[in-house]
């Protein structure tokens, strides 16, 4: 029997993300990060770094952590992940495809470095934006990679009381772009 409630614990990513954008405009007093905001708001920003933090730690170590990735994610089949290389739908897709067929199977001596970080939290919503550095070799050949990027990140705060990630987007910026020169037309 179809349980119409299963549909209402979690939303699709662009429901989510509609629902995560009026959601902020309906807020009254936003909460996002700097000295002047509640202890509670503080909390949320440093939670998310953290987050964050394990995020690229989870890529950079050989072999690649699933287990600390899992700490980061909620595993659902409702997560997604956007990327240069494709995109992932739900916890599985994400483990698999990103972390493991991807991070793992096609680079070695991984590292991720995010750098200015800014978190937005919006009672049981946030978001974080940031740039990043990521250093490896390629397995196959061993020559080196080097890319930097830009990536947004959305999370949840769960039932229990913990921030999971729910979405990343991110993308490489281009050599133009790394370098300062105006981009092409």
């Known amino acids: 029997m179809h349980n119409p409630r299963a549909h209402m614990r979690f939303l699709s990513p662009p429901v989510f993300v509609v629902a995560l954008v009026a959601g902020c405009f309906a807020q009254t007093a936003p909460v996002g990060s700097g000295p002047d905001l509640p202890q509670g708001t503080q909390d949320a920003t440093a939670s998310i770094k953290q987050l964050i933090a394990k995020y690229a730690e989870a890529v950079s170590t050989e072999p690649v952590d699933i287990g600390l990735a899992s700490q980061v994610w909620l595993h ?7 990327f240069p290389l494709g995109e992932e739908h739900g916890w599985n897709e994400v483990k698999s495809n990103f972390y493991e067929n991807t991070m793992g199977s096609l680079f070695s001596e991984r590292k991720l470095t995010p750098h200015d970080i800014v978190v937005h939290a919006y009672g049981n919503s946030a978001w974080a934006e940031f740039s990043w550095h990521f250093i490896a070799k390629w397995r196959k050949s ?9 990536e947004t990140q959305i999370y949840r705060m769960t039932g229990r009381g913990r921030w999971a990630l729910v979405h990343v987007h991110y993308s490489a910026v281009t050599p133009a772009e790394s370098s300062g020169a105006p981009p092409a037309p």
């Open 76 to 82: 659902s089949p409702e997560v997604s992940l956007i």
């Open 142 to 150: 061993g020559s080196s990679v080097e890319t930097n990027g830009r």
